[in-house]
């Protein structure tokens, strides 16, 4: 009896050693990410702030101006609708090719493998965080004042994580057995902008078009930002719900996926 439960001690002791192994590798990748980025470019952490806004330019031009809407405070609209989509976009992408770009590591010392998508889903969350804060002031600049409902916010982030992270951790652990993925996957990328409700109100749509919408998670946490912040209104928590159950699910399918193939992608070239 003392045996097995000295085993099993063992066995937590183990794992839980792991796990601390794993966040730290995570944290120093995260931070040495970071810190690469910035040297990469003359403007460094600033690209971080530009980018997202060229992207609001670009669009706003193209659906001010050519297509004519007339939404109001659009640009604020939209740029809710851009930081979030290129969060989610972002980091899908780069995270789906994480594993592979990191077989020549994988041949040096053994660690478990969502080390790479992780690290990738980090430094994205530190960015995602940096435009957010942005769009908050640019809102209040713009006139609209903070609300209650901003208590809100931290809980549309946690859903944007957990969907992104879910998502990204199972592209990743497919594409090393099918590199072509990322064919198709950035063809999905681009299609699900127009399905995610970044360039209109999901709300104006008829009943049957909401509902479908709003099955695709980042649709639903675009939509509960922008009543947050444009609105003062709190979210609608049943919305929440149903798309935090799909984050949870898409994170543990992920994790499964990522721990069951851990010791085959090293045998993959």
């Not at 183990?14 to 970071?34: D, P």
């Not at 990204?168 to 399905?195: E, G, K, Q, V």
């Amino acid at each position: 009896m003392n045996v097995l439960s000295d085993n099993s001690k063992t066995s937590a002791g183990s794992k839980g050693k792991a796990i601390s192994k794993l966040y730290n590798l995570v944290l120093f990748r995260t931070i040495g990410e970071l810190k690469s980025e910035s040297t990469r470019t003359y403007a460094g952490y600033l690209w971080w702030i530009f980018e997202p806004l060229l992207s609001l330019g670009v669009y706003y031009v193209a659906f001010k101006y050519i297509f004519h809407r007339d939404t109001e405070n659009f640009a604020i609209f939209l740029f809710i609708g851009i930081v979030i989509y290129r969060f989610f976009s972002g980091t899908v992408t780069r995270g789906a090719s994480s594993i592979m770009e990191g077989h020549g590591l994988m041949q040096l010392v053994y660690f478990h493998k969502s080390l790479f998508p992780l690290s990738v889903i980090m430094v994205n969350l530190v960015k995602f965080l940096i435009t957010i804060f942005l769009v908050i002031v640019i809102v209040t600049l713009c006139g609209i004042m903070p609300t209650w409902t901003y208590l809100a916010l931290p809980v549309l982030i946690v859903l944007a994580l957990l969907v992104v992270a879910g998502i990204s951790i199972i592209c990743a652990a497919i594409t090393p057995f099918f590199p072509d993925f990322r064919l198709f996957l950035n063809t999905i990328i681009y299609l699900m902008i127009f399905l995610s409700g970044v360039f209109y109100d999901i709300g104006t749509l008829p009943p049957k078009a909401q509902t479908l919408l709003r099955l695709n998670p980042i649709a639903v946490v675009i939509e509960q930002t922008r009543l947050i912040l444009l609105h003062g209104q709190w979210p609608n928590f049943q919305h929440l719900l149903l798309a935090s159950a799909q984050g949870v699910l898409l994170l543990i399918i992920g994790l499964l996926l990522v721990h069951k193939f851990n010791r085959y992608y090293p045998k993959i070239s």
